[in-house]
């Protein structure tokens, strides 16, 4: 982590023990019950944390205003991804850094066919298992320069940056 940093969906604040200490963070949640459960971690945090309300399709911040974007299992749950990865890319400066760690869904037998038959059903409740978070990125506009598969084909980190102009 380096600069200013958005983190997406925030949650409870799991994460952020494991943030480095001294960063300038803003953490937002669609969720206030969320961000109130993640304000004491927030607060104990070494470094500083805003946390904020907000939806990733309607961001209040400035274009180019972070240096870096980090998600964490957000984007299977983002109604249309696309816009809210379009929404990411605007806050982001040019060449800006765009760290995720997502699920996703599987091109591999069995995984494939079970994700399959799971979707329309998870879709109901909230997380869409098949999503193609690496190609949404792209679609967003994003420049992709490395995704690796952390479990399977199903978990991956994706880096990418903003475009430079």
């Known amino acids: 982590m380096k600069g200013r940093i958005l983190f997406l969906a925030t949650g409870t604040g799991l994460d952020i023990q494991f943030f480095p200490p001294g960063q300038d963070i803003v953490g937002i949640d669609i969720s206030p019950a969320m961000l109130a459960q993640a304000s004491d971690k927030a607060a104990s945090y070494d470094g500083t944390i805003t946390l904020e309300e907000m939806d990733v399709h309607d961001l209040r911040f400035e274009d180019a205003s972070f240096d870096q974007v980090f998600t964490s299992c957000t984007f299977c749950s983002v109604p249309d991804p696309i816009h809210g990865l379009e929404s990411l890319r605007r806050v982001l400066k040019p060449g800006g850094e765009l760290r995720m760690f997502e699920h996703t869904g599987s091109r591999l037998p069995p995984f494939k066919g079970m994700l399959d038959l799971m979707t329309p059903l998870s879709r109901k409740v909230g997380p869409d298992l098949n ?8 679609r967003a506009g994003f420049v992709v320069h490395q995704v690796c598969n952390v479990y399977l084909d199903v978990v991956k980190t994706i880096f990418a940056t ?3 102009s």
Do not use: I
């Not at 999503?131 to 792209?138: F, G, K, L, Y």
């Open 131 to 138: 999503r193609n978070t690496p190609r949404n990125v792209e």
């Open 162 to 164: 903003a475009p430079s």
